[in-house]
């Protein structure tokens, strides 16, 4: 992510919020939490998810790769922004640069970047076709290949993922992103292993009645 450039030389739709990090925005060590910085990063996604559906109904499906570059201080200038990277069928790819520094001054340094994706839903919550976004740029077109290069990875590892104990793979077909399956499975091997497992359940049939002895 580093190794890519995101300038104003990009057309990708994009939002930026501002705001002061708070006291109550603190960690242990003073500094601001980590989970306060993906929080903010998760709401600008949402907002640009919003703005480019024109639907406040959308959610995050992964949010991956948050790299955290520097603290963030209490009382600084915090400014998050969401750019739209990759449409897919449902999907918006969002990268999120945060950026902070004194008020006093116009200097912000990035300190904090994240990934996110976001997906439309529909009234009963399934996943909606999403606008196609279409990148004009060479640095768009340059970051969208990135955002494909990143689903591509997290392809492979998924499909690496749904392997059995023994290193076997369980989905010979490996499409799709559904990570349902190997979750089942660790769920019931490491019940296995924690000896969690329930014994055998009787069989609830009736019994036959014994035959009356013949006297
Ligand atoms: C959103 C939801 C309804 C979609 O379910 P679904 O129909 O099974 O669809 P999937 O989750 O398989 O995939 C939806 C999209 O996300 C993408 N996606 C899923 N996992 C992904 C991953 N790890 N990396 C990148 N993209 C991913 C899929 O490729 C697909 O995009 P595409 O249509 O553009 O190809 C369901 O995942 C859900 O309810 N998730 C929980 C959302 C939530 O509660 N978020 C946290 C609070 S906001």
Known sequence: ??????????TAPRVVLRFLAAPTDVNWGGKVHGGIVMEWIDEAAH??????????????????????YRPLR????????ARLLHTGTTSMHISVPVRSGDPATTELELTTHGLIG?????????????RAWVPVSDEDVALEAHALELVALRGAV???SRTTPEGCARDGAGTGWSGA???????????????????????????????????
């Open 158 to 160: 998924e499909r690496r």
């Open 47 to 68: 907002v640009l998810a919003t703005r480019w559906t024109g639907d406040v109904r959308n959610v995050a499906v992964y949010a991956g790769g948050v790299r955290f």
């Open 74 to 81: 209490i009382g600084h200038l915090v400014e998050v922004e």
């Open 118 to 130: 976001f997906v439309p839903l529909t009234p009963d919550g399934h996943a909606h076709a999403v």
């Open 1 to 10: 992510m580093a190794a890519q450039h995101y300038t104003d030389a990009g």
């Open 181 to 215: 399956r190997a979750v089942s499975h660790v769920a019931r091997s490491s019940d296995a292993d924690q000896g969690r497992v329930r014994p055998r359940r009787r069989s609830r049939r009736p019994r036959r009645p014994s035959r009356p002895r013949r006297g």
